[in-house]
Structures are given as structure tokens and as C-alpha cells.
């Protein structure tokens, strides 16, 4: 058996940190190979049919920033910052276990970030088209993730077959549909699920190492907050006066005490979240009855993201969950430095204000607590106004 290192530091970190990195280190001695990745438009299918597990790495805390300025300009994403200062720092268990750490052509500063993780770790990088809508860009995301295929099969000395494939991509489906259900619980009047609860519980699944597991926990909360909307909350006059918030823009779990709980606290509720944090990549499923790869890259061409230019399908995503969970105002956040969701925020404002004719608040943050006070301010008077 061969038997894994812990980090230098490793004495130094709290009981929680200790154990997550045991509990990689052990994974890692049975055998198992690890991918760290940063998107959704990385095909975790192709990863899990070459035996691998791919854990998402995006930094959430700006405890690590710090380390990451060392090398990094300070105005730049959080998330960014977060992520690369995880790595550098050692913090990570599943940055420092990871064999192979998958990246894309997103935004600039992830780009040129996985220049930088490529000096400390096995880096691969899939380049994205920038647009969704010809047949030249699926040509082109087909290729590269072949590439990908066959980047993994030589990594990880194994074969994917198409029948890997169209396994991993009706695992994958079943999964997607139960998540899917969860989310949807938003569309219930009034919603018994909160906005902060569901970024807190998505999460925790991501870092459980069984995705069965993770997925089995998500349809129990669904079953338990089904059944209490059904004997109690339903009849709740008061609960059904609430304001219901869409989300949208940048991944929100960085900001979530800051941004998605003070909205709660001020006595709205988060109904859905149009972002990589909720119910958007859920609702295409990947087409099981053609060519797998090309299946695959049909369905995460399709993922509406401000990195794409134009990004036409975001706006129509927004129209129909507007309308599908009765939709009263919508928030869109972004991270300091974003460029692509802050210019496309124009759009986005200009759709809800006008064809909506709903009311809009734009947030713009970074993971400190500099500016919770004053973020708290623009809610309550925003919800106030509701
Ligand atoms: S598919 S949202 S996970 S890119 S917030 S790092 S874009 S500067 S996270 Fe994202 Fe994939 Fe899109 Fe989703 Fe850059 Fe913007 Fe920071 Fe971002």
C-alpha cells in the first residue's frame, strides 16, 4: 500500500481541517484517484468513467486571501483569490491530494490561475468555445473533450469505453433528477425550502466521497420538507406574505452569511437560484440514445455562463424560472472583479426591470465582512420596498 504524506503544517490546523485531510489521506491509500475541479463545465462524467472522483476546489473563504495576494494582484475575483490560496497554503485536503487538477478557458483570471496551480500540481485545462450557438462550437467542445478522454486514459492507465460513458451518464441523470426535485420544492407556496439552507446542504453533499450517498440525503430532505409543507406550511397565511427572491449571477456559498441569510433574516425567501448554486444545471438532462461524447458536450455547451458571449440563454432561463416559481424580485450578485456577470448585469437588469417588470437589486462583494453592514442596509430597504 502506498502510504501519503501530510502537510508540513499539519499540527498547526484545527480539529475539522485534521480530519478532513485524514479522511482524503485514507481514500487516497485504498487507491483512489482524485481530480479537483473548478466548474460546470467540467464533465464529471468523463472523470468517474475513468475511475477517478472529481472534487469541487472553488475557495469560499477569505481566510486563505492572504496567501494568494502574495502572488496574486488584490483586485481580483474572491473566489479566485480564495481558490489559489487554498492550493499555495496547503489548506486544501482535497487541492493536496488531488492527481490531476482539471481546469477550462472561463474567465481570464482562472485561466492564467491554472498557469500558477500548473507549477505545483498536474494541471489539465479544457478550452471552451466562447460562444454556444454554431456548430463549429460543438464541433470544437467535442474535440476537446475527447481530448480530455484520452488526457485521463494515459493518466490514469485505464480504457474509457462508450458503455463507460453512457453509464456514467445515466448515473449522473438519475442523480441530476433528484437534485432537481429538491430545488424544486422553491416552486411550493409558501417555500419550506430556504434559500441558505439549500446552499448550506448542496454544499455539505459535494464533500461527501459517495455521490449515491450525497444524492440519497438530498431526496430524504426533499421527502421531510415535502411532508412539512403538506401537514403545516401550506396553511401558514403569514409565510405566503413573504417577497420571493430570485438569485443570480456568481456563486453565492463565499457570501452567503453576508448576502443569501441577511435576505432571509430581513423576511424574504430565496425561492431559486439562477447560477451555478442551484436548480441550471439540473434542468437538461445529457441525452442517453446518441454518441456519448457528443451527448455530453451538447448538454454543458448549454450551460448559460457570463463567459459565454453573447449569452442569450441565461436571459431565457431567467423569463421561465421568473414565471415557473412566481418569482417577486430578483437579486443578482457579483464577486469584486467579475467582469463578465458585472457588464452582463446590464442585460439582466434591463430584462427584469422592463419585460419582467419586476423589482431588481444588484449586489456587488467580496468574501470579507467589510461591507456586511452596509449590504444589510440596501436588503432591508429593498425588501422594505417590496
Ligand atoms: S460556469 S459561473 S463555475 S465560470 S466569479 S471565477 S467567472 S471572475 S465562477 Fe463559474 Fe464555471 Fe461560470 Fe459557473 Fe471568474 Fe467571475 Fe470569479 Fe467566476
Known amino acids: 500500500m502506498t502510504t501519503f504524506q501530510l502537510p508540513e503544517k499539519f499540527d498547526q490546523y484545527d480539529e475539522k481541517r485534521q480530519q478532513g485531510f485524514l479522511k482524503v489521506k485514507e481514500l ?34 477569505d481566510e486563505p486571501i492572504k496567501y494568494a495576494e502574495v502572488d496574486l494582484p488584490r483586485n481580483l475575483c474572491p473566489l479566485i483569490k480564495s481558490s489559489y490560496g487554498f492550493a499555495v497554503s496547503d489548506q486544501c485536503p482535497y487541492f493536496y491530494f488531488s492527481d490531476l487538477i482539471v481546469g ?31 456548430k463549429a462550437d460543438l464541433q470544437y467542445l467535442i474535440a476537446e473533450y475527447q481530448a480530455f478522454r484520452e488526457y485521463l486514459e494515459k493518466k490514469f492507465r485505464t480504457r474509457i469505453t462508450d458503455e463507460d460513458l453512457r453509464n456514467e451518464i ?24 430556504s434559500g441558505y439552507e439549500q446552499n448550506m446542504t448542496t454544499e455539505a453533499a459535494s464533500f461527501v466521497f459517495n455521490r449515491d450517498e450525497a444524492a440519497a440525503m438530498i431526496a430524504q430532505k426533499t421527502e421531510e420538507l415535502k411532508k412539512y409543507w403538506e401537514d403545516e406550511l401550506q396553511y401558514d397565511e403569514e409565510r405566503k406574505k413573504r417577497p420571493r427572491i430570485m438569485i443570480t449571477g456568481c456563486p453565492t456559498i463565499g457570501v452567503r452569511k453576508k448576502i443569501l441569510e441577511r435576505i432571509e433574516a ?6 431559486v437560484f439562477e447560477s451555478c448554486n442551484g436548480v441550471r444545471e439540473k434542468m437538461e438532462l445529457i441525452d442517453e440514445s446518441i454518441d456519448p461524447i457528443e451527448a455530453i458536450s451538447r448538454k454543458y455547451l448549454g450551460v448559460s455562463c457570463s463567459v459565454m458571449s453573447p449569452n442569450p440563454k441565461r436571459e431565457q432561463i431567467i423569463r421561465d424560472l421568473a414565471r415557473e416559481y412566481r418569482v417577486d424580485a430578483v437579486v443578482e450578485v457579483t464577486l469584486q472583479a467579475c467582469h463578465t456577470f458585472a457588464v452582463e448585469a446590464k442585460n439582466i437588469r434591463d430584462l427584469v ?4 417588470n419586476l423589482p431588481y437589486l444588484h449586489l456587488e462583494t467580496d468574501y470579507s465582512t467589510n461591507d456586511a453592514g452596509q449590504l444589510d442596509t440596501r436588503i432591508n430597504a429593498f425588501l422594505e420596498m417590496l
Open 353 to 356: 426591470q422592463g419585460e419582467l
Open 170 to 193: 445515466k448515473h449522473a441523470n438519475d442523480i441530476r433528477r433528484i437534485y432537481k426535485a429538491y430545488f424544486e420544492l422553491g416552486k411550493l407556496i409558501p417555500s419550506p425550502l
Open 104 to 134: 477550462e478557458t472561463t474567465c481570464d483570471g482562472k485561466k492564467k490561475m491554472y498557469e500558477l496551480m500548473g507549477k505545483m500540481k498536474d494541471t489539465y485545462v479544457i478550452s471552451l468555445p466562447q460562444k454556444q450557438t454554431s
Open 28 to 61: 487516497k491509500e485504498k487507491g483512489q484517484n482524485i481530480c479537483g475541479v473548478f466548474c460546470t463545465y467540467t464533465p464529471s462524467e468523463i472523470i468517474y468513467a475513468s475511475g477517478a472522483i472529481p472534487f469541487g476546489l472553488c475557495g469560499t473563504s
Open 266 to 271: 430581513n423576511g424574504a425567501d430565496i425561492v
